[in-house]
């Protein structure tokens, strides 16, 4: 079984991910498979993300993209300028927010992250990280 592409790179170094709802096992090997198709590029970007925070009833899914992100943490830190979630969700935005806050401030993530309500938002951060 093939899943449709979660990654738009049509907009490079502006890389887009939709996070999906729910990833079934047949299907996760495919999806990490994307995230190494990102890093194979070996050029700086930044990930815009939109979607649910994690797929539900993906737990496959969710043990290969754990594995993947510390296996490939010094590519993610080298290669991504950034990650950006979209979020019109007042309350969502500020939950997520406060979970972004955290993450950083237990260096978990190799790349700086922000939550924004709307797309105009994430490309002005997304184009200010490319500059840096």
């Given at each position: 079984?093939t899943?449709?592409p979660n990654?738009?790179?049509?907009?490079?170094p502006?890389a887009r991910?939709?996070?999906?709802?729910?990833?079934?096992?047949?299907l996760?090997?495919?999806?990490?498979?994307?995230?190494?198709?990102?890093?194979?590029r070996?050029?700086?970007?930044v990930?815009?993300?939109?979607?649910?925070d994690?797929?539900?009833?993906?737990?496959?899914f969710l043990r290969?993209?754990?594995?993947?992100?510390?296996r490939n943490?010094a590519?993610?830190?080298?290669l991504?300028?950034?990650?950006?979630r979209?979020?019109?969700d007042?309350?969502?935005?500020?939950?997520l927010t406060?979970?972004a806050i955290?993450?950083l401030?237990?260096?978990f993530?190799?790349y700086p992250?922000?939550?924004?309500?709307?797309?105009?938002?994430?490309?002005?951060q997304?184009?200010?990280?490319l500059?840096?």
């Amino acid at each position: 079984m093939t899943s449709p592409p979660n990654f738009d790179h049509s907009s490079w170094p502006i890389a887009r991910y939709r996070m999906p709802d729910r990833v079934p096992d047949d299907l996760a090997q495919e999806s990490i498979a994307e995230f190494d198709a990102l890093l194979a590029r070996n050029e700086r970007f930044v990930l815009i993300m939109h979607g649910p925070d994690m797929p539900q009833n993906s737990k496959l899914f969710l043990r290969l993209y754990r594995e993947w992100f510390k296996r490939n943490r010094a590519a993610q830190q080298r290669l991504c300028a950034g990650a950006v979630r979209v979020e019109p969700d007042d309350r969502r935005r500020a939950s997520l927010t406060v979970k972004a806050i955290s993450l950083l401030n237990k260096a978990f993530l190799p790349y700086p992250y922000r939550v924004v309500a709307n797309n105009s938002a994430a490309v002005t951060q997304a184009q200010a990280w490319l500059t840096e």
